[in-house]
């Protein structure tokens, strides 16, 4: 397995109250003409500049350049997932919003905030104070880190570079990532492109982080009614005093959002369970994907596990696919090679 290493700089503003980044999503500023991504083919082989990544474009659920306008790419923490900080229900396709009426199209609208759940605040003020310590800078050098092969390994259906973060603070180097796990401020999220050791490394972070007794004290598998009070507040207020409270997977937060939206507006009469069912979401679950690998190990779906409105497993229990996108140069060619 290669090794690609992203050299930058973390803007230190850019996360929550200063800004609206979150805990486990990041923007990375590189300067890609200075040489910032570099690749291993193996351990035992030397780092060699790549250029690939200059004007490619990711296409999959979303069609964007990985590195935006500001010479920033944005990265998706490896095998994590924080409470949500700010949430929106997912939109409509196009044969769905065809069907709307004005009226409804307007109640949508109006119900469709950014919804949060208990202790994203919490979590991402904590990353933030991390970072901070002992810095006066609005910047740190960072380093991303992702083992992949191909260039197409890279990067999600989101176009987010899905690796590593280690920063220098006092005391030494931390993978913030990993440092989110191991204080109990992210659940572990893993997927099948990620290696056994990756896995087992953050299931060791996990027995950590639950001692802390922070979101795993709150975690919650039964799915309660979906609360619209929970909103994103651009600026701190009395509300990060109270944001402990119970809360369930972000995964299942998210789906939950979306659907309480819609439900709300009217725009669909499914319970929550029928929702589901109609998603394309599968999982492997860990212990089978580690003893029979991804050709062998059954795939599953949350409805396998509900049951009176019980979600019957917890974050670690699962190993989510991810989905295909692809990464094309300026003419539009897959780079399929550094």
């Known amino acids: ?20 980044s979150d805990a486990d999503t990041t923007k990375v500023l590189v300067d890609v003409d200075q040489n910032a991504f570099t690749f291993q083919p193996k351990p035992t082989s030397k780092f ?8 490619a474009t990711i296409i999959g659920k979303v069609r964007k350049k990985v590195i935006d306008k500001k010479n920033r790419i944005t990265v998706r923490l490896q095998g994590i997932d924080a409470p949500e900080l700010h949430y929106s229900a997912a939109p409509l396709k196009k044969s769905e919003s065809a069907l709307l009426s004005e009226e409804q199209h307007m109640h949508l609208k109006e119900l469709n905030k950014k919804y949060r759940q208990h202790l994203g605040e919490t979590a991402t003020i904590n990353l933030r104070n991390l970072l901070k310590q002992n810095n006066d800078e609005e910047s740190i050098p ?18 987010r570079l899905v690796g590593d973060i280690v920063v220098d603070v006092p005391g030494g180097s931390i993978n913030i990532g990993r440092w ?23 299931i060791n972070d996990t027995k950590k982080g ?23 507040e651009k600026k701190p207020s009395s509300v990060i005093v109270n944001d402990a409270g119970p809360l369930i997977m972000p995964k299942l937060f998210r789906r939950q959002c979306t659907w309480a939206v819609r439900s709300k507006a009217k725009i669909t009469t499914m319970d929550f369970l029928d929702y589901i069912k109609s998603g394309t979401d599968q999982f492997f679950l860990r212990k089978e994907f580690l003893e029979q690998g991804t050709s062998a190990s059954p795939l599953h779906r949350f409805e ?21 996108s692809k990464i094309v140069d300026a003419g539009g060619k897959i780079i399929s090679d550094w």
């Open 304 to 324: 396998d596990f509900i049951k009176n409105m019980t979600f019957g497993k917890g974050p670690e229990d699962l190993i989510f696919r991810e989905d295909p």
């Open 210 to 232: 639950k001692t802390k007794k922070r979101i795993w004290k709150h975690l919650r598998k039964k799915l309660g009614k979906f609360d619209f009070t929970l909103v994103y």
């Open 48 to 55: 060699t500049t790549t250029h690939v990544f200059r004007d």
């Open 1 to 20: 397995m290669g090794l690609l290493k992203v050299k930058g700089r973390i803007n230190i503003g850019q996360f929550w109250p200063n800004g609206e």
């Open 142 to 159: 960072c380093s991303v880190t992702t083992f992949v092969d191909k260039p197409n390994d890279v990067f999600d259906t989101y176009g």
């Open 180 to 202: 989110l796990v191991q204080e109990g401020w992210a659940f572990p999220t893993f997927y099948n492109s990620m290696s056994h050791n990756e896995i087992q490394l953050l």
